[in-house]
């Protein structure tokens, strides 16, 4: 499906979400909701759109502190960044969701759908950042400065999009990307300086590392619980990171499809957590098994 996408804003708490819309909505035919993951941005889903069926309407939507977005303080608490989203699913009340959320986005995902159960027809979540029950902390545990996660000191100033690629494209994990999907994350993925002079990162790194301060503050087994829309879950192939900034390996439970009785659940081993960024033809397949 090759069509430039609508750029739109909708209200919700705290600020505005941008949202890109391909396609049209149609009442005989569902809508595809993507939600990126950490640090990234909807036009991140590009390439997956463009290979989609002709005709499809998708809606991908910046999360809060990403892309074009509303800017909070801080990300750390997931299900308030998630339910910034909702006025997004609300929107679509009456027409069948197909939902796919990438890392933290299909934990997102996931707590959407158990708020909006009727909203949703299938659930990909594609390696979903929900751990082991084990890893998760007591709930009042104070959260680091986020200024102290690696992620924080993240690269932020630049020329433009084009050194951004040309700087990318030889390292991983980006290297390992389709190259239509690095300079899409590029070229979309930073925004004009204060300075007017270079170009800074559309998720800025502090509020990125928030996030993560967060990951094991935010036990989602609760709300998974109550889930009931039939759901896929597609891990990436597994072993030892290669420190804290190594995000290649599977964040998944193993078992999480079991836990949430998954209707598909599967590991694509070739495949680093990136998944969608390095296979978007496939993912685009899986999700249009689900139309």
């Not at 609508?6 to 909701?33: K, M, N, Y």
């Amino acid at each position: 499906m090759n069509e430039a996408p609508r750029e739109h804003r909708i209200a919700a708490p705290g600020g505005d979400i941008c949202w890109f819309e391909w396609g049209q909505r149609s009442d005989d035919a569902p809508t595809v909701l993507l939600i990126h993951a950490t640090g990234f941005h909807g036009r991140l889903w590009d390439q997956v759109v463009a290979a989609l069926p002709d005709g499809t309407h998708v809606v991908a939507p910046d999360q809060p502190g990403h892309g074009r977005s509303f800017r909070p303080a801080s990300l750390v608490d997931w299900t308030a960044n998630a339910a910034a989203m909702l006025p997004l699913v609300d929107r679509f009340a009456g027409t069948p969701i197909v939902g796919c959320g990438h890392s933290g986005g299909g934990y997102m995902l996931g707590w959407l759908a158990a708020q909006r159960p009727a909203a949703f027809r299938h659930l990909i979540l594609v390696d979903p950042t929900i751990f082991d029950p084990a890893l998760y902390l007591p709930s009042g545990q104070p959260v680091p400065d986020p200024a102290d996660h690696p992620v924080a000191r993240r690269r932020n100033a630049w020329d433009d999009a084009e050194a951004m690629i040309a700087r990318f494209g030889e390292r991983l994990p980006y290297s390992a990307w389709q190259p239509d999907v690095l300079a899409d994350y590029c070229r979309h993925g930073l925004l004009p300086a204060p300075s007017g002079e270079e170009y800074e990162l559309a998720c800025p790194p502090a509020l990125e590392a928030s996030v993560y301060q967060g990951a094991q503050r935010n036990n989602p087994y609760g709300w998974l619980a109550t889930l009931t829309v039939p759901t896929s879950v597609i891990r990436a192939r597994t072993g030892e990171r290669d420190g804290p900034l190594d995000f290649s390996i599977s964040p998944t439970a193993p078992d999480l499809g079991v836990t949430i009785g998954a209707v598909r659940d599967e590991q694509w081993a070739e495949l680093s957590h990136f998944i969608p960024m390095e296979a978007p033809q496939r993912l685009a397949d899986l999700i249009a098994s689900e139309l």
